[in-house]
């Protein structure tokens, strides 16, 4: 006599998780937004929670070049700028109803941002060693100085008059989109595949890796959603200078990346608050010292990358994740026989 028996541990518990957090996260940001435009909720605390949300997007990509694949890249606060000019300039020009430019803008400055990526990955993963971080870096200082020499683009002063698009609940669903993307890449074949060269290059190209294509789909990926990210930040700031792209950007990115925790989604969510919040919350602070004490919180941005980097290496997280960002487990046959 036998029998079969068919079992999921864990499979529905953890799916649906994922899914009652991001049907939870789209209708807090709706509520949100919807009491914000009443003026029943506070808006400096909606624009604190719709900051958080973009650099979400912008942190957890970063996260699959520095955290998974294991490299150092220093040109995210460029791709970023890439979306968010790309996007500003279709949503000036374009001339449609919000509900129709807001998508196309966004989506022009995910192509745009990640078609950059794609071409600098290129030159780029066919050297070794510490070259990408300076040929990143030095793509950032391009792209502000392009910026700031291109009068079509604003030049210096930057582009002013960019339509309002962006609100809480649109960058609640950029969000969500993002983090199922990302927690889907993360646990396939190019995930693993991510992993395994970061712990060793050398046997995953003995093992049939191909190692530049797979390094340059993470680094395309990554910009791309850095392009989301600015476009969804032009779209709310309504007015963008090449300068908040530049140099400080990019630490800011890689505080709340490092705080947070390498290869570690749930990481980049709580580096991204606990950074946001600390920052304001000095600011806030030093405020009430003296208003000229407020923009001294910026040295604390550096120091506390350098003590991540002296006493915690991994971050608040590191390699580890939420369990409803886990992938659901394999469904499983056990067969019992007498």
């Avoid at 950029?174 to 970061?198: E, K």
């Amino acid at each position: 006599m036998s029998s079969k028996e068919k079992t999921k541990p864990g499979a529905c518990s953890r799916f649906s998780g994922f899914s009652a957090v991001a049907v939870s996260t789209l209708l807090v940001a709706g509520i949100l937004q919807f009491l914000g435009s009443m003026d029943l909720f506070n808006q400096y605390y909606l624009h604190i929670l719709a900051i958080i949300g973009m650099s979400i997007i912008l942190v957890s990509s970063l996260n699959l070049v520095n955290g998974y694949l294991g490299e150092f890249a220093l040109g995210h606060a460029g791709f970023m700028a890439v979306g968010a000019y790309s996007a500003a300039l279709i949503s000036l020009h374009a001339g449609l109803p919000v509900y129709l430019r807001m998508p196309l803008s966004l989506l022009g400055g995910v192509a745009a941002a990640g078609l950059i990526g794609y071409l600098i990955g290129l030159l780029t993963f066919k050297t070794v060693g510490d070259y990408l971080a300076i040929i990143t870096l030095g793509f950032n200082m391009i792209i502000v100085n392009a910026i700031q020499n291109i009068d079509f683009m604003g030049g210096p002063r930057g582009l002013t008059g960019i339509p309002k698009g962006t609100n809480l609940f649109i960058i609640a669903v950029c969000v969500v989109f993002t983090y199922a993307v990302l927690r889907n890449l993360v646990n396939s074949n190019y995930g693993r595949m991510w992993i395994s060269i970061r712990e060793n290059a050398i046997a995953s190209e003995l093992i049939g890796v191909n190692i530049n294509r797979v390094k340059n789909v993470a680094f395309t990926i990554a910009a791309a959603f850095a392009g989301l990210a600015g476009g969804l930040w032009a779209q709310y700031q309504q007015f963008i200078t090449p300068k908040s792209f530049d140099y400080l950007k990019t630490t800011d990115i890689l505080v709340m990346l490092y705080l947070g925790g390498m290869g570690s989604l749930s990481g980049s969510i709580l580096g991204v608050v606990f950074y946001t919040i600390s920052m304001e919350l000095l600011r806030n602070v030093l405020g009430l010292i003296s208003p000229q004490l407020a923009d001294l919180r910026m040295l604390f941005s550096p120091l506390i990358l350098v003590i991540i980097m002296l006493t915690r290496q991994y971050g608040l997280m590191g390699n580890r994740e939420w369990r409803w960002l886990q992938p659901k487990k394999e469904e499983t046959t056990v067969e019992t026989g007498a």
